[in-house]
């Protein structure tokens, strides 16, 4: 049986992954366009908070942000810190 926090988890990574999703989209959108653009700290923040999902998906069908290597230095450490907290809090419950 799942328990309620597993359910709560999974909507949070859900919904958190779907505005992840979106900024990325919006960002790749504004530049195209050549207008201003969401600052890469906003999108890596978004991932860390449980939007990583998301984030990587963005990443791969959209093809944003996938050659700067300091972006993706850092994305890959924010998913193994997010994935680190998220091992902590289940050994927890």
């Not at 958190?16 to 890469?40: N, V």
């Not at 791969?60 to 924010?78: A, D, E, M, P, V």
């Amino acid at each position: 049986m799942i328990a309620s926090w597993q359910l709560w988890l999974a909507a949070a990574y859900g919904i958190a992954s779907l505005l992840c999703f979106i900024a990325y989209a919006i960002d790749k959108s504004a530049a195209r366009r050549g207008e201003r653009r969401i600052p890469e700290r906003t999108l890596l923040l978004l991932g860390l908070c449980c939007g990583w999902p998301g984030g990587l998906l963005a990443q791969r069908l959209l093809r944003h942000k996938t050659i700067k290597t300091s972006f993706q230095l850092t994305y890959w450490s924010s998913v193994a810190l997010n994935l680190a907290a998220l091992w902590w809090l289940c050994t927890l419950l």
